[in-house]
C-alpha cells in the first residue's frame, strides 16, 4: 500500500502528499497522468521517461491489482464505469470521514483538507490509515 517509487515520491510529493497507488484504480491514475498540464489547476508535467515509469508503477499498484484490504473496500465503492481523480471524493473515503466535524478537518488550519492526509494519519507514508494511528493536530488522537 505504500508509495515507494522513488521518482514518483520525488515528483508529486513536491507539492502535496504522495498518495498510496492504492487509493485509487488504474484508470483513474491514467487519467490524472494524462493531464499533468492542468493538474487540479497546475502544471505538475515531468518529462515522458519519468512519466512512463511513473504511470507503469500507479498502475501495478493501483487498487485493482493491490492486495492491501483498504484498496479492496475501495474499488468496492466505485461503479465500473467511474473514473474518480480525486481520493476524497470516493464513497469509502466520505464513509470514513463522515464524523469528522469541519472545524476539526477541513477548516482547521493545521489540516486545511481532507486531502492532506498525513497532517492526521501519521504513519500515511508508509500507507497505513490505521485508526489508532490518528492525530488530529490541536486535537489529539481520534477515535470514533
Sequence with gaps: ARAHNQNYIEECSACHFAYPPGLLP???WKKI???LGDHFGDNAE????TGNEISRFLSENSADTASYRRSKKLMRSIAESDVPLRITELKYFKHEHDEI???VGKNNPR???LSNCDACH???AKGSFREREINIPGFG???D
Design 26 to 28: 488504474a484508470r483513474s
Design 33 to 35: 497522468m494524462e493531464n
Design 46 to 49: 515531468v518529462d515522458k521517461t
Design 101 to 103: 466535524p469541519n472545524h
Design 111 to 113: 489540516v486545511q483538507s
Design 122 to 124: 501519521k504513519e500515511a
Design 141 to 143: 488522537r481520534w477515535d
